[in-house]
């Protein structure tokens, strides 16, 4: 279906104030958006109370309204315009929240306006837990056996009959704010209380916890015409347990078979087709069982989620830009790559580097606070690198993280044996990556360390490769340093500086000079959504060693 | 770290690239293509359709989860060379039996890794498929220069023949009434899978049977498999073919399959400049107007033109990247076929109704 011309007026929602748990991504997506529709010769009008983002830069929008984002605000605009849609998946919970309150005060159908690219019974769905499961069990897919509570005497109960561990999961939360992890019966009564007034409906879940699964992101588009695509499958490195949000993640999928992943996608459409009838972005979060492979779907969210930002990116597929077209009508076979600008919308992109991203944090700045990571969302943002290879592109992400840290080389901080660093990457904490790397240095085994973290042993054996990488080149100096070493340790990921502290009584422009003089300079790489089969026109670059 | 042996990669323009030395030490030839699949590398190297060529794998690690038994097309590898950017020997997958370097080591893969993989399918892109050279064991450029002169082209090459089954066998319940002869001119096993899990009795016959060595099995319906080389080679697999359709039985043809049907209504095959290979290619059926998301493995194309111009030809799918033809129906008879792989192993299962359509036409 081509077009709907009887949209003329949108109303975008905005996301509001910046929070831990909901950062600038839907700043990305609401631009986008703006610039989608206005480019289809669509008035957009804005709503966002945070002047201080770029959607509210007065050149994105026909008119942008800075307001609070309340039903009040929302009816003051729908009576100074004429609105023939609002579009309220570009803003995140927050949006979607305001959208479905004005919902069910009748305002939406009061002035005659539309929502596009929304099913307001499919959040519903999405966001409450024990309807969310429902639906999983009709379409016959597998969840983590779970109880909605809504008193804490409910709440032992069903603790009882599911057993620990358990997650306790509010209902309607920001980034998992509220939620917990229970391990024992003495931890029960506090997650219970805190779960249940964190949640604006005084309701949780107590949910079996899966803790030490894989876990997967899936990022989809669907059309009006039912056509389904993947546009990018995410990898958690940390296993289920931790925030995706303070997980390090990684794209596409590394550990995955195909016929791993080829389910993982059945599924994922399907469940994204079985929610309501909206044409949009979704992400689907599923945990797989290491051991046997058995999946179980942890959560969807029909909207362009935080995850949708960094799919776009890491992939160069404009999620939000699309899903605005499919939200007024066209369907994705009639719309073209935007990067390739011949090929079609309609396609899985194909990826021929590594994302990788590192959540960051700043305990720092927020003294006494539990820097344990879990449930809920505790980086304040984040860094993505792209390399030829994961340990490239991890040691490109450590480096831009602005926190000393040269690579995964972090000087002066881990003065901690073998078994202690063992014991201490237990807990997942905002500096296990590098501890996991001291115990590697130090020799402990990657079996040890998987136990340990649960981190999927692929990756360990790449962070292994650097340890092994940088023992090579402490031992030599700049001048006995080999051409084929310093080559290596640059496709690695190495930096300048971090080689000639590993080398020591040398320079990073030392470093830098001896490889300019060897001929080991960067080269620069398209991101062009098809692994390089097609040529592109608008691609953007990232730099590595070849 | 283990010092790894240098290997070198020749393409018949005389490109070189320097890697390292993977798999099987020693010399291997074959036709340059690239597979942008992220998944499913060692369905991949079995498929029989890859004989003859050595593929680029784009996705830059391989082999992280290892080889294991099922995951197969075939019993041995196909594929002539694989080249990488990163081929890892240390995997991590609880159900695999070992690592793509053991398995390629066993079947005789010459392979090389650490190449600019990104810059070598953007040379292909532009320059086309065309024959190449790996080696471990051969140093000299120049001497691997003559050795790559001695590789005949892929162009009029009949490679069917050379991977089908020498015995005919079969797969399935043998009670069913619903019976299928393939006819293996490379088939993929997951084809048959594909036909036998839907209650269907296979009988795979070798590429040079004859209509009444398949009549003797009685079938309900024929399919018309998958298979490397040049279709316009084939003349013996068009007459059969011919003949088949006399019978007005159902006929169900996949890629070479789809170009053996397309000459049997003289249309004539051509060669592509380098060809489709991987899992996103997007193709609109354009019965239904629905869009789906298919594994493709080929290197030669029907003419457009001819199809179009052709009375008794209907198309059913069309390619959305390139509007080439993707799949055909015969009006007066009840044979239809697609260029891309309904099996999809590897692959997106977007397209297996097809072979729901395909038993449904002999119930």
């Keep these: 279906m081509p077009r709907d011309n009887s949209i003329k007026s949108v109303l975008i929602i905005g996301s509001g104030p910046i929070v831990i748990g909901q950062a600038c991504e839907f700043d990305y997506s609401g631009s986008q958006a703006a610039r989608s529709l206005r480019e289809e010769g669509i008035k957009v009008i804005l709503i966002n109370s945070n002047p201080a983002t770029i959607m509210t830069d007065p050149m994105m929008a026909d008119r942008v309204y800075l307001l609070p984002l309340n039903v009040d605000s929302i009816e003051k605009i729908l009576t100074e315009n004429q609105i023939d849609a609002v579009l309220p998946t570009m803003g995140g919970q927050t949006a979607l929240n305001l959208c479905k309150e004005a919902d069910e005060l009748g305002i939406w159908e009061k002035y005659n306006c539309r929502l596009i690219g929304v099913d307001v019974a499919a959040i519903d769905t999405a966001e409450d837990r024990e309807k969310f499961r429902q639906l ?82 899936l990022e989809l588009l669907r059309d009006q015409a039912d056509n389904v695509v993947i546009i990018c499958t995410v990898e958690n490195v940390d296993p289920m347990g931790i925030h995706t949000g303070d997980s390090i993640t990684v794209a596409p999928a590394m550990t995955l078979s195909d016929t791993a992943f080829q389910e993982m996608r059945n599924k994922a459409i399907l469940m994204m087709r079985s929610l309501g009838n909206f044409s949009g972005g979704c992400n689907v979060q599923f945990a797989q069982n290491p051991e046997t492979e058995e999946l179980i779907a942890v959560e969807i969210n029909p909207r362009v989620s935080r995850s949708s930002a960094l799919a776009s990116k890491a992939t160069g597929y404009p999620i939000a830009k699309v899903a605005s077209k499919l939200a007024i009508g066209y369907n994705l076979d009639e719309l073209k790559n935007q990067i390739t600008q011949t090929t079609s919308a309609y396609f899985e992109p194909a990826l021929d ?47 831009s993280l602005e926190n000393d840290a040269l690579g995964l080389g972090y000087y002066g901080k881990s003065l901690m044996r073998s078994s202690e660093l063992i014991e201490y990457i237990k807990t997942p904490k905002w500096d296990r990556i590098f501890r996991i790397k001291d115990a590697l240095m130090q020799g402990v085994t990657v079996k040890t360390i998987a136990q340990a973290t649960g981190i999927d042993r692929w990756f360990l054996f790449q962070i292994q490769k650097i340890c092994d990488l940088e023992k090579q080149l402490s031992k030599y100096t700049i001048e006995t ?51 390089a089969e097609f040529e592109a026109k608008t691609p953007y670059f990232y730099s590595t060693f070849e | 770290m283990n010092k790894q042996a240098t290997a070198i ?65 075939s019993a041995t590898v196909k594929i002539q060379g694989l080249i990488g950017r990163n081929l890892e020997e240390l995997y991590s997958r609880k159900q695999a039996k070992g690592s793509l370097d053991e398995y390629l080591k066993q079947n005789n893969i010459v392979s090389i890794e650490d190449v600019d993989t990104r ?12 024959n190449c050279i790996i080696s471990s064991e051969i140093l000299e450029v120049e001497q691997l220069k003559q050795e790559l002169a001695k590789v005949p082209s892929m162009d009029g090459l009949e490679l069917a023949s050379r991977v089908s089954t020498q015995e005919a066998y079969e797969q399935g319940d043998k009670s069913s009434p619903i019976k299928i002869a393939v006819i293996d001119y490379g088939v993929k096993q997951n084809i048959l899978t594909c036909m036998t899990s839907r209650g269907a009795h296979v009988k795979v016959f070798p590429a040079t049977a004859t209509l009444s060595d398949m009549k003797s099995f009685n079938p309900n319906g024929y399919f018309i498999s998958n298979g490397p080389g040049d279709p316009a080679a084939m003349d013996y697999a068009v007459d059969t073919l011919k003949e088949i359709l006399q019978e007005d039985k159902p006929v169900f043809g996949i890629c070479l399959g789809h170009q053996l049907l397309a000459l049997a209504n003289d249309i004539p095959t051509y060669k592509m400049h380098h060809g489709h290979r991987g899992l996103n290619h997007p193709v609109k059926n354009i019965i239904t107007g629905l869009c789906e998301i298919t594994t493709q493995n080929h290197g030669f194309g029907v003419d457009p033109e001819a199809v179009k111009s052709n009375s008794n030809i209907e198309i059913t799918h069309i390619n959305l990247n390139d509007d080439s033809i993707e799949g055909i129906r015969m009006k007066d008879k009840p044979a239809f076929s697609v260029q891309y792989h309904p099996e999809s192993f590897p692959g997106p299962h977007d397209s297996r109704y097809l072979f729901d359509d395909f038993i449904g036409m002999m119930k």
């Design chain 1, 136 to 217: 999983m069990v009709k379409i016959g897919m597998a969840v983590a056996p779970s109880r909605v509570a809504n008193s804490v005497l409910e709440g032992k109960e069903f603790a009882q009959q599911i057993g620990f561990p358990l997650v306790i999961r509010p209902s309607f939360t920001l980034g998992g704010s509220g939620g917990g992890f229970v391990h024992s019966k003495d931890e029960l009564d506090e997650a219970l209380n805190r779960g249940l007034t964190a949640s604006p409906m005084h309701e949780v879940l107590v949910e079996k916890a899966v803790l030490g699964w894989k876990e997967y992101e």
């Design chain 2, 119 to 130: 810059a070598l399918v953007a040379h292909v892109r532009t320059k086309g498929a065309m």
């Design chain 2, 9 to 73: 990669l020749l393409l018949a323009d005389g490109t070189t690239y320097y890697g390292k030395a993977f798999g099987k030490t020693g010399t291997t030839t074959g036709e340059i293509c690239f597979n942008t699949g992220m998944t499913g590398y060692q369905e991949v190297f079995t498929d029989p359709s890859y004989y003859g060529q050595i593929v680029i794998m784009n996705n830059v690690h391989v082999g992280n989860y290892g080889v294991k038994e099922s995951d197969v097309e």
């Design chain 1, 481 to 531: 340093l080999p051409e084929e070493l310093l080559k290596e340790a640059k496709k690695n990921g190495f930096g300048d500086e971090q080689i000639s502290r590993i080398m020591r009584n040398c320079t990073e422009e030392q470093v830098y000079e001896k490889r300019k003089a060897l001929g080991i300079t960067r080269v620069y790489k398209m991101v062009d959504t098809c692994s």
């Design chain 1, 353 to 399: 580097y590594v994302i990788v991203k590192v959540p960051r944090w700043n305990f720092d700045k927020f003294k006494g606070g539990n820097d344990t990571l879990g449930l809920q969302m505790k980086s304040v943002g984040e860094v993505m690198a792209i390399g030829r290879s994961f340990t490239e592109a991890l040691q490109k992400a450590c480096q």
